[in-house]
């Protein structure tokens, strides 16, 4: 990635940890990274092995005072949002402003949806995975443990998808007029 004011990266088919490392790499050099649709992250391995290791991370916590714990974020972005600050000296200040230099969401948002998504080639899961081998995605993972909008993200998608074929169509269309202008010209 080169520097730039703000990347916006498109978390559909990428590995999280691949992903994470990366990110968490151009934060520390000063880079602003949004990642959006972190709910079609993927995570290697099957899906039902994902789950227990996940049921094992939930029963991690402080015995006396659960409340003070290690705490276990159900949300695809939050659960990225974590990963990367497992690789970031986050409790440092220049790791707390790297930190500050991310945002996560699932879905599209509004200023994001009109902004130009990246991939990171490194981190796509047809790429770095071979085929065949199983893999789980992170959105139906927190569903499963807990986190409650996977059916309303699903809704505003749909909407946002609409949208942005509505555009698509009217800007072709605009194209279409345009060359023909110029052939007449």
């Not at 959006?36 to 049921?55: A, D, T």
């Not at 972005?77 to 707390?96: F, N």
Request: aromatic content about 8%; some cysteine.
């Amino acid at each position: 990635m080169g520097f730039e004011k703000v990347v916006v990266v498109d978390g559909r088919g990428h590995l999280i940890g691949r992903l994470a490392s990366v990110i968490a790499k151009q934060l520390l050099t000063g880079q602003r990274v949004v990642v959006v649709r972190c709910e079609l992250l993927n995570v290697s391995g099957s899906f039902y092995r994902n789950k227990l290791k996940y049921f094992k991370f939930l029963r991690k916590r402080m015995n006396s005072n659960p409340s003070h714990g290690p705490y276990h974020f159900r949300a695809p972005s939050k659960i990225l949002w974590r990963t990367i600050r497992g690789m970031i000296p986050h409790k440092t200040k220049r790791g707390m402003e790297a930190l500050n230099r991310l945002k996560v969401f699932e879905g599209i948002p509004p200023p994001y949806d009109k902004t130009k998504r990246m991939v990171v080639p490194s981190a796509l899961r047809v790429l770095r995975l071979k085929p065949g081998r199983k893999y789980a995605s992170i959105g139906r993972l927190s569903h499963e443990v807990g986190w409650k909008y996977r059916d309303v993200v699903e809704k505003l998608e749909e909407k946002r998808k609409e949208k942005s074929a509505a555009y698509f169509a009217a800007k072709k269309k605009l194209d279409a007029l345009r060359a023909k202008a110029e052939a007449t010209v």
